[in-house]
């Protein structure tokens, strides 16, 4: 089977058998699993303790400080490793969205794959740049791929948040509170506020659990948790600033609160927000895309302002570029619907023909798999594939398992 990439509750790569399943969000897959970081959008396949999956320390470090449970069965990987499997090899990649984010590049003899996760594309107060890859098709995350998302540079952004709470809130005796995630935007914001000022920073629950997790892999963060005595003296003073997730509630009546997020640019001046993000903006990713050089472009995530990124790529760089679905995808384009009907024929009449031993007639069988939605021919052209892979032995108008 040549190599074949498509969207089924993740993102599967497969190669003559063998296959990858890149961050799945449900169930079903037995092929080994690779979470690519700690967000619970990607991380679900650890609510799955039976499957076997591959991630960083960091990606479960993290998952265990917010409380997931049952965090068994994954092997360890980070930058810079590879993983064999048959003739697949998973190389991994810093990602620069998180701690611990990776990319994963699946290398077989037919091509390359490269699936991003979630990335960043500047250096950051706590992450590394992602790095651009080489690869065949490119299936990327396009949550800001839309040119209203054009971020300030990130000094800029950090001296605005600075302005804003030294200058305004806390002046008008106010404190001032940051919402925003718990991984990776609340650390940034830690870093910044401890390298620009020297205000303390105040973290509530999450934020404090997962800037434990950031300290112990070395990175430098001052910070009181809201409840410890320090952190409620200085609650009381007036002379902090607090970091909470989005959707908490503060039980303060005199704050300022603002939104740190990408989400931001479309906010304009109807409410206070900085355009902080862990994802790359509209041109990063276009950057991204011409430094990785591939020739099919697959993307996923991103929602109706997303939608025209891979028209633009098509108009702009002549790429073969669209949003990744159920559709199986090669290097060379998009398998024909009536190509995966049959190889989806085959999967069923396998599950069907289980009998050692056995006879069944092909009528019988052509019957049955019209209940499963298949015409006569896919059903006759199925049976012929199994025949010729020595998987079925035709004895007249009959087949057995061989």
Same mark, same amino acid.
């Given at each position: 089977?040549?190599?074949?990439?498509?969207?089924?509750?993740?993102?599967?790569?497969?190669?003559?058998?063998?296959?990858?399943? #890149?961050?799945?969000?449900?169930?079903?897959? *037995?092929?080994?699993?690779?979470?690519?970081?700690?967000?619970?959008?990607?991380?679900?396949?650890?609510?799955?303790?039976?499957?076997?999956?591959?991630?960083?320390?960091?990606?479960?470090?993290?998952?265990?400080?917010?409380?997931?449970?049952?965090?068994?069965?994954?092997?360890?990987?980070?930058?810079?490793?590879?993983?064999?499997?048959?003739?697949?090899?998973?190389?991994?990649?810093?990602?620069?969205?998180?701690?611990?984010?990776?990319?994963?590049?699946?290398?077989?003899?037919?091509?390359?794959? #490269?699936?991003?996760?979630?990335? /960043?594309?500047?250096?950051?107060?706590?992450?590394?740049?992602?790095?651009?890859?080489?690869?065949?098709?490119?299936?990327?995350?396009?949550?800001?791929?839309?040119?209203?998302?054009?971020?300030?540079?990130?000094?800029?952004?950090?001296?605005?948040?600075?302005?804003?709470?030294?200058?305004?809130?806390?002046?008008?005796?106010?404190?001032?509170?940051?919402?925003?995630?718990?991984?990776?935007?609340?650390?940034?914001?830690?870093?910044?506020?401890?390298?620009?000022?020297?205000?303390?920073?105040?973290?509530?629950?999450?934020?404090?659990?997962?800037?434990?997790?950031?300290?112990?892999?070395?990175?430098?963060?001052?910070?009181?948790?809201?409840?410890?005595?320090?952190?409620?003296?200085?609650? @009381? @003073?007036?002379?902090?600033?607090?970091?909470?997730?989005?959707?908490?509630?503060?039980?303060?009546?005199?704050?300022?609160?603002?939104?740190?997020?990408?989400?931001?640019? #479309?906010?304009?001046?109807?409410?206070?927000?900085?355009?902080?993000?862990?994802?790359?903006? !509209?041109?990063?990713?276009?950057?991204?895309?011409?430094?990785?050089?591939?020739?099919?472009?697959?993307? !996923?995530?991103?929602?109706?302002?997303?939608?025209? !990124?891979?028209?633009?790529?098509?108009?702009?760089?002549? #790429?073969?570029?669209?949003?990744?679905?159920?559709?199986?995808?090669?290097?060379? /384009?998009?398998?024909?619907?009536?190509?995966?009907?049959?190889?989806?024929?085959? /999967?069923?009449?396998?599950? *069907?023909?289980?009998?050692?031993?056995?006879?069944?007639? @092909?009528?019988?069988?052509?019957?049955?798999?019209?209940?499963?939605? !298949?015409?006569? /021919?896919?059903?006759?052209?199925?049976?012929?594939?199994?025949?010729?892979?020595?998987?079925?032995?035709?004895?007249?108008?009959?087949?057995?398992?061989?």
């Amino acid at each position: 089977m040549a190599l074949r990439i498509r969207k089924s509750h993740g993102v599967i790569v497969e190669y003559k058998g063998q296959g990858v399943v #890149l961050d799945p969000t449900g169930y079903g897959n *037995t092929d080994p699993i690779f979470v690519s970081h700690a967000h619970a959008d990607h991380a679900a396949a650890f609510k799955f303790p039976d499957k076997i999956k591959y991630a960083t320390e960091e990606t479960v470090r993290l998952l265990d400080s917010l409380g997931w449970r049952n965090i068994q069965n994954w092997n360890k990987i980070k930058v810079g490793d590879k993983v064999k499997l048959d003739d697949m090899e998973v190389h991994v990649h810093n990602a620069g969205h998180v701690l611990g984010s990776t990319q994963f590049e699946v290398n077989t003899p037919e091509g390359t794959v #490269l699936y991003t996760g979630d990335i /960043g594309l500047e250096d950051t107060y706590t992450m590394r740049s992602a790095e651009a890859v080489e690869c065949d098709v490119l299936v990327m995350e396009t949550t800001f791929a839309a040119p209203m998302f054009t971020f300030p540079k990130r000094r800029e952004i950090a001296l605005d948040m600075v302005r804003w709470a030294t200058m305004e809130s806390i002046p008008s005796k106010k404190i001032p509170v940051l919402k925003t995630d718990s991984i990776g935007n609340a650390q940034e914001i830690i870093r910044i506020f401890n390298t620009l000022t020297k205000l303390p920073i105040v973290t509530t629950k999450s934020a404090t659990r997962v800037s434990d997790v950031y300290k112990g892999y070395g990175h430098r963060l001052e910070y009181y948790d809201f409840k410890s005595d320090e952190g409620e003296e200085l609650i @009381s @003073s007036g002379k902090c600033a607090i970091i909470s997730p989005k959707g908490s509630r503060i039980p303060i009546e005199n704050i300022d609160p603002a939104l740190a997020s990408g989400w931001a640019v #479309l906010f304009g001046r109807r409410m206070k927000a900085f355009p902080l993000s862990d994802h790359a903006d !509209f041109k990063s990713l276009v950057g991204f895309v011409r430094r990785c050089k591939p020739k099919r472009v697959l993307t !996923f995530h991103g929602g109706a302002m997303t939608r025209e !990124f891979p028209d633009y790529l098509r108009k702009k760089l002549g #790429l073969d570029a669209h949003h990744l679905s159920g559709k199986e995808e090669t290097v060379n /384009g998009t398998v024909q619907n009536g190509e995966s009907r049959v190889k989806a024929c085959i /999967g069923q009449l396998i599950r *069907t023909v289980r009998i050692p031993g056995f006879e069944y007639g @092909s009528p019988w069988l052509v019957k049955e798999m019209s209940k499963q939605g !298949f015409s006569s /021919g896919e059903t006759e052209e199925a049976i012929e594939v199994l025949v010729s892979r020595g998987i079925l032995l035709r004895t007249g108008v009959k087949v057995r398992l061989n």
